[in-house]
């Protein structure tokens, strides 16, 4: 019976060694993770908040934008705002009108708008606060990225 045991136990080390030493001597062929495409992929979400911060505004609004491969996702002008997008570079600033033509009042009630997620395959997170609605509007002007 013992001689049993030693040779059944003999028989697995020499089976484990057999194909640990074969794992390691052969190359490892891994997929790679996720899939292959032509495009960066572009997928925000858009918030339109009360606060004076990004991180404590209470949200009131918010989309969903994919602008690769196809414009779409909840904005309800994707094509547009993915083009307007685009034209400014990717830079969420660029879609603000820094001289608004238009006089607004100097009441305090600030309204924070707010973009996360990836674009053109990078990790966004950007915020921008307004004084009150007034200037939020004159500041975006007739754009279609925060029109929603």
Known sequence: M????????????????????????SPAHAQPAGTTSLYAPSALVLTVGTGEEAGTATVVRAVTLTCAPTP?????????????LRDAGGEFSGVIDTAPRRNCTRE???????????????????S???GNRCLMEGGLAEGALFAF
């Open 2 to 25: 013992r001689h049993l045991r030693n040779t059944l136990g003999a028989v697995g080390a020499a089976t484990v060694l057999a194909l640990t030493g074969a794992a390691t001597t």
């Open 72 to 84: 779409g996702g909840t904005h309800p002008s994707p094509v547009a705002a993915c083009a307007e």
């Open 108 to 126: 305090w009630d600030p309204v924070v708008i707010t973009a996360q997620g990836v674009w053109q395959g990078k990790q966004v997170s950007w």
């Open 128 to 130: 921008t606060t307004f």
